[in-house]
């Protein structure tokens, strides 16, 4: 048996999970690379743990080791496979939660007359928010159009979508994350806006007077 390409095979092991878990736990989208590395550790630390517990003969299965990394291996391999089979857990990313019940005070986004004019620089006024969240969060757009024309509020990043609202309708949606949230027009792309929303604190619980 040996020791070295043992604990070096289980080290590549814990490695090739933990870089699978950090790529699909949506800490970062730019980590495809950082997936396929992980693979490869773990393949090669499953592939050298039986390496090193054979090499020299079958070893005595009742050795500490030997049971260690054995009960260590099946039980990473068992809580994989379970949360996958479960559908819980990082291997199953989705967006985001961002929204939440209406706040005590709100924002108002007034899609002027003329949106719909690719010349028209303003559209969404104004163009850029700050709110807290759970203080004002809650964004109200109104359409306030002069002739029949349907806009949409557009996550840029998927996360919301009013779709078409029509001459005189309003969307209104509640950010409880903070962050930034560039939008757009659907059937007008040049229409642009932006959502800031930042962290609840202790002062912005009250109103400032
Ligand atoms: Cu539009």
Redesign the pocket.
Known sequence: MDDTLLTVGILFVLMGLAGIYITFSGISETMRPLAEFSVLLLVLGVIMIPGGLFRGGIPQLSGPKVVVSLVVVVGLVSFVATTAAMGIGPWTPGPPEISGGPTPFNVTIT?VPG??NPTQAE?YVPKEVSVVAGYNSTVIWVNAEEVP????VTSDQGLFDSGLFGQGMSWTFTFIREGEYPYH????PW?VGKVIVLPSSPSSAQPSS
């Open positions: 899609i949106s719909f559209n024309v349907g806009h949409t027009c659907t059937p007008h229409m």
